[in-house]
């Protein structure tokens, strides 16, 4: 095996990166914090991005564009969003470059061609649209406004990290307008509810639906719920969030509406996203130390078939062999590859699936065909299995399916296990530092407690679950009364 | 009718502009020369983006994702493709905003947040994708790459206009890298191939496929090949292009590889990429003084359903029957909508639906329903038919093929009927001003000539057909002695 990869044990964060780049997911580029999207990335998020789209218009949702640039007189319009982004903010102030007189063939900016009002890269989109959605809407009958985005933005973030926290990442966000407090409610849960079900059900993570706290929430935003995942190393990972914006943005950019009893009112929004983030959630949540490991349902190529040659004579007669059960597989709509470059061996072959975690390997060699068998390999158990050719489409069909299956239970028991009740600092403490995970305990409920909370153990409030139990107890750090328990962990 | 459509012979250009606001293809931004594409123009542009998609998958590209930022070194190293796009670069040179200490509530560019190295938003992404090839690139057995992005790009226009010449656009761009010449070129005409074949059977825009002139070429390219189509008014428009690169960004970026014998070479380029822009041609040369015509292989709806009610008791029988006809259209894969707001009136809800261009627009009251037939009528011809809803869905699926086909044929007759063959300078000047149209001609070949021509008539040469027939003559300004006729017009 050429590609070696670095154990858990020893470098989490390189095995991160190890699969990342080795498995040919992404590579870095030549601008700082800024990643290459490989294939074999981009058709993971590819289909992502599908199965997502598909939940958005079933849902009632279209999409739109809206551009990338926001003059900097809106994006400072609602000050609490402003604020929140500013710090982040790649910003154009020039429109155009000129030749070096001093240095022919280099460029320059051109100082002449200044803008008057410098515009920012989107970080995010609410700005520029709300500033739009002000010309569509006068009356009750213009909404609600359901639209979706996809879309690249920019955050210059200072440290970042492939697929987890990138300058600019790939994501889609949408935002909605509505006529009253309870219909933009209602959307935020609902879009919080496609994506916990995006999570779970296609990327086969379970995810923890919950409502940050003061600190946490999206800036502008009245309420921020969010799905929350852990990773195998005990940090929790927020995989999505869904904001309630009250009429935060309405207010900012004059956005009113006339009821149906010509009363105006500012209009209630709501905006939602998640991003090419959850591929690096993916990566974290299922893979090992030979690879990734692909959730069938999303996986860019669910089956590869490895032919095992023992001399020129078996060549035609295991590509026919391989050809039909293809044909089989493809006719259940299952992707699959053939790999018979003779250039690598089967051996090299296998480790390859493996990194990049195709969920089923087939090997077939001369002895198995003339059985009327095949081998069949998983990727996540690493188990084996001679089936009969004849069954090898129903046997296939419901392997994938038992193997998304199996990874989300993996998975789950994992997060299972690792939510942990506490009730003093100690134990709080001792958890963050020796089990990891989520933490379930109390908190007075105050800014300041959750601020010195995190100063002291780097753990933040990943969120207040919803339908959580009420519950009273004391505050693991003050000891002021609570109410309920709040989830803790420490966080990508 | 509430929205009235400017007529083309009364003002061509406000007419254009009229169609895309009132059909709803797209707004104007807060953002100078950027635009909003909304949700009808989107999915327009969603049908035409997943047919292309496909096309490329099947000729063997994978998409990915490069950064938007190009550091401006890379930028300016293939000098002749850096000084095509200088002018018209928009250039992030801050990272941060922060707080005006004068002027409370605003923000300003922090001045301790500059750039080392400026940051180009990318007008093409030839020198980011080549700085990265440089690293996937050693042997022949590395080639051929083929991928393909799709991408925002953005290119400082002084005059813009929606969809046709926007400071940001969407397109998609291939970038592929080849082992020889002839396999370069070979790709080059290939996608060429692809991107005539979606014009003339989805578009129904039907395309001269030719090769430019040095003057016309993309800033980097050996060779550009491009499709040229004819909008309404007789001005020519590029609708894609797809340029042989030669070793140009391969010498620049110094990406060599090792072919079968060890030796080292540079490797081969093309790019290619159609935009947005094709909205605005689609726009252009199929719609009326009515609206909008939507081709039906690519229309966002091809097929709307209006009730005419008579009374109370007719809504739910009326409604009941129209259900029928949708799951009838729909199991034929036809996309249908059944518009029974009941705030607009039938004759306000035609001339909307004209406008947008719908293909098939049926309208079904109580005495069709009972004779057992509904009412049909083509956009294209606006020609009405009675038909049998036993045989409706039948007759949708053929009708929308015919609608298809007639449109195609419609401008293609306009078309053949405006490339005119001139050979005199005064001929050349009246045939541009009165007939308009592709004009061919002959011309001797060099670059000063046609740069002349262009001052005197605006005229371009749009391209060099393939196959051109080869025909001694003279050149229609110089009258110097030429090998063949090229195609001249003005452009969008």
Redesign the interface.
């Known amino acids: 095996m050429s590609k070696v990869i670095t154990s858990r044990s020893e470098d989490y964060s390189q095995w991160y990166n190890d699969l990342i780049i080795k498995g040919g997911l992404a590579?870095y580029?030549?601008?700082r914090g800024?990643?290459?999207?490989?294939?074999y990335?981009?058709?993971l998020?590819?289909n992502m991005r599908d199965v997502l789209d598909r939940k958005f218009k079933e849902t009632g949702h279209?999409?739109?564009?809206?551009?990338?640039?926001?003059?900097?007189s809106?994006?400072?319009a609602e000050?609490k969003n402003?604020?929140g982004f500013?710090?982040?903010?790649?910003?154009?102030?020039?429109?155009?470059?000129?030749?070096d007189e001093n240095n022919k063939?280099?460029?320059i900016?051109d100082p002449e061609a200044k803008l008057e009002e410098?515009?920012?890269?989107r970080p995010t989109s609410e700005a520029?649209i709300w500033?739009?959605y002000k010309?569509?809407i006068q009356s009750y009958?213009d909404l609600p406004i359901l639209?979706n985005q996809w879309?690249?933005v920019?955050r210059?973030e200072m440290r970042t990290r492939l697929f987890l926290r990138t300058a600019?990442f790939?994501w889609q966000e949408g935002h909605t307008a509505h006529a009253s407090r309870e219909e933009a409610v209602e959307e935020t849960k609902k879009m919080l509810e496609v994506y916990a079900d995006f999570a779970e059900n296609f990327m086969a993570l379970p995810v923890v639906k919950g409502v940050k706290s003061a600190n946490e929430r999206f800036a502008g935003a009245e309420d921020t719920y969010c799905i929350e995942a852990l990773m195998q190393d005990g940090k929790a990972l927020q995989a999505g969030t869904s904001h309630f914006l009250g009429q935060n943005f309405a207010k900012a950019f004059d956005v009113k509406f006339a009821d149906k009893d010509n009363q105006l009112d500012y209009v209630w929004a709501t905006s939602w996203g998640v991003s090419t983030r959850l591929i690096g959630a993916l990566v974290m949540a299922h893979s090992d130390d030979d690879g990734l490991m692909m959730p069938p349902r999303i996986a860019p190529l669910q089956v590869v078939i490895v032919p095992i040659y023992k001399g020129a004579d078996s060549i035609p007669v295991i590509d026919a062999k391989v050809q039909e059960i293809m044909q089989e597989l493809r006719s259940k709509g299952i992707s699959v590859k053939y790999d018979n470059d003779d250039?690598a061996r089967p051996g090299w072959k296998f480790a390859e699936y493996e990194m990049k975690g195709v969920p089923v390997r087939m090997a077939m060699g001369m002895r198995d065909m003339e059985n009327g068998v095949v081998e069949v390999a998983r990727r996540d158990t690493k188990e084996k299995q001679q089936v009969s050719i004849a069954d090898i489409g129903d046997y296939v069909a419901q392997l994938l399916e038992d193997i998304q299956q199996a990874m989300y239970n993996r998975a789950r028991s994992f997060r299972d296990s690792h939510i942990t009740r506490v009730d003093t600092w100690e134990e709080f403490m001792e958890t963050l530092e020796q089990k990891t995970g989520f933490i379930a305990a109390h908190w007075d409920g105050t800014p300041e407690t959750e601020e010195k909370i995190k100063e002291l153990s780097k753990a933040t409030i990943r969120c207040i679950p919803l339908d959580n139990p009420q519950e009273a107890g004391k505050c693991i750090l003050t000891g002021n009364p609570s109410t309920q328990r709040v989830l803790f962990a420490r966080a990508y």
């Open positions: 590579d580029s030549a601008v800024c990643m290459v999207i490989k294939p990335g981009y058709s998020w590819e279209q999409n739109a564009y809206f551009p990338i640039f926001v003059p900097k809106l994006f400072e000050e402003a604020e500013a710090k982040e903010c790649a910003v154009v102030t020039h429109y155009r470059l000129k030749t063939g280099k460029l900016v410098e515009l920012v890269v520029i500033s739009t010309n569509w009958r639209i879309a690249n920019v210059w600019e790939l250039n």
